[in-house]
């Protein structure tokens, strides 16, 4: 497969979806790949500017081009030692982006295969995987859960029609601190697909300094809740500064999809 700006990788039956995203991703966002983004055809590896290697598996330019070139998850220029709770882990993109910056995160994922990409992505990085701790648990409510046993794929929501599901465990964020002796937190970060307006309620947000929730309000045709509990919440919670702001270019209006930035 040619590449806009002549980089040509070989696809075969195995790789051909995920090397068709990242031609996607360079056509659409104008990533020079092959320079600036480098590739190891040999092992299927994508390395980032910033040295970030991952697996081309399960590769979604919608996302990579929200953390890597929107930056949207960027919270502060230093982020060394602060504890980040990160819901919804996808592919370790984001765990990485944090712990790149010195942070030490938690990252949770549910979805199996993208777990399994993800613990391939922290192999790849030993030096930044020091700093993170993954597991395949959904964020909720503690108890158990069946999510959608599908291939990886970052849009995948508990909310979805699939019947293919597989069972996992769902922990709240009160148990997550428990669990992991995390007494200060500094920085919630949720991309649950809708989960985020029963995780809402759990008190225990309000000993975080900083949260960031991407939130869906319609998923499936399913209506999950409204923009305006999530905010009422966490004013009550104590965040007097808050911001939401859309994050992608997908043709969804604030009051379905976006982001929520609150700040103490």
Known sequence: MVFP?????????????????LYLFSYKYGVDIGSNWKFDEKYNILITPSGIKFSIK????????????????FIDYNLENKKIIQAGAYVGETALYYAKRGAYVYAFEPQLDCYNIALTNLKLNPELASRVV???????EDGEIEFPNTRCNGGTSYFDSYKDRIR?????????LEEFNISQPDILDLDIKGGEFRVINDKSIQKFSIVRIEYNTVIDNKKLGDVTYLIEKLRSYGFTKIRIYKHNELPFDLSINGVIEARK
């Open 168 to 176: 996992v465990r769902s922990v709240s964020i009160s148990t997550v």
């Open 134 to 140: 993954l597991r395949n648990w959904a964020i909720g």
């Open 58 to 73: 399960g590769f979604d330019p919608v996302i990579f081009s929200e953390t890597f070139l929107y930056d949207i998850h």
């Open 5 to 21: 700006n002549g980089f040509s990788i070989k696809t075969d039956r195995d790789n051909f979806h995920d090397i068709l995203n």
